[in-house]
């Protein structure tokens, strides 16, 4: 299909899965397959851009991550710091805007200052919004926007009434954002893992075997192919 012929989405979620099983079907150690997953991040970082896709949103380390083995944790750690000193020209060079979704305070001091570094150095690029989720959870999200909002309201800065959706989405990682269209999770799992719950309400669902290792700016064409195939109705007829 054509994809100039029907719309494009404007913001595509993925939940990078696999990097693990990639590894053991090749006898390698784990940490193979997240350094494999690295390198198709900004393969489809580049596929995004070259799509004129405005917003990307990406679940790296989620809050239940850390209960992986320490060393491993460690690895992954080190392989978001050598993404930034490895890729961070470029993406600047490319207009891409770096944004955190989760709470950064809870990584190493070397990593959490290299991460928010990154987002001070890209604040001004408009072409993309990349969305990196690290220690980041869907409920953990709404429960922070729920409590932002009391606490205003306890401060008397909005009136209880003043809270609806746009209030709401304002507290969140993601605000001034659209919500996802499209959400992508390979690997062959069938769940959202507590990726983005509100951002996700009316998004289309595309979930393929392929592991994240093997994802390519090909299978990212057609999981948009895919979608531009459905009808959107949005709760209507």
Request: aromatic share 8%.
């Given at each position: 299909?054509?994809?100039?012929?029907k719309e494009m989405p404007k913001h595509i979620g993925i939940i990078?899965?696999?990097?693990?099983r990639w590894a053991k079907k090749r006898n390698l150690p784990r940490t193979y397959g997240h350094k494999e997953g690295v390198k198709r991040v900004i393969e489809i970082v580049k596929a995004?851009?070259?799509?004129?896709?405005?917003?990307?949103?990406?679940?790296?380390?989620?809050?239940?991550?850390?209960?992986?083995?320490?060393?491993?944790?460690?690895?992954l750690m080190f392989l978001l710091r050598s993404f930034i000193d490895q890729y961070l020209d470029e993406l600047c060079e490319n207009g891409v805007k770096l944004n955190?979704?989760?709470?950064?305070?809870?990584?190493?001091?070397?990593?959490?200052?290299?991460?928010?570094?990154?987002?001070?150095?890209?604040?001004?690029?408009?072409?993309?919004v990349l969305n990196i989720g690290l220690n980041y959870g869907g409920q953990d999200e709404i429960l922070r926007a729920a409590k932002a909002l009391a606490q205003k309201v306890e401060a008397k800065e909005i009136n209880v009434d003043a809270i609806d959706k746009?209030?709401?989405?304002?507290?969140?990682?993601?605000?001034?954002?659209?919500?996802?269209?499209?959400?992508?999770?390979?690997?062959?799992?069938?769940r959202v893992s507590n990726f983005m719950l509100w951002q996700l309400a009316y998004a289309e669902f595309w979930f393929?075997?392929?592991?994240?290792?093997?994802?390519?700016?090909?299978?990212l064409k057609g999981a948009i192919d895919d979608y531009q195939c459905r009808n959107r109705r949005f709760g209507g007829v």
């Open positions: 299909m054509d994809s100039a012929k990078m899965d696999g990097n693990g995004c851009y070259k799509l004129n896709i405005p917003y990307l949103s990406l679940y790296a380390f989620s809050t239940e991550n850390w209960k992986r083995p320490e060393q491993e944790v460690s690895n955190i979704m989760g709470d950064v305070l809870a990584l190493g001091d070397k990593t959490r200052e290299m991460v928010m570094d990154a987002v001070k150095r890209t604040e001004s690029n408009k072409d993309l746009e209030a709401f989405e304002r507290e969140l990682y993601t605000k001034n954002q659209p919500p996802l269209d499209l959400l992508i999770r390979p690997s062959g799992e069938l393929s075997d392929i592991l994240w290792p093997d994802f390519t700016e090909e299978t």
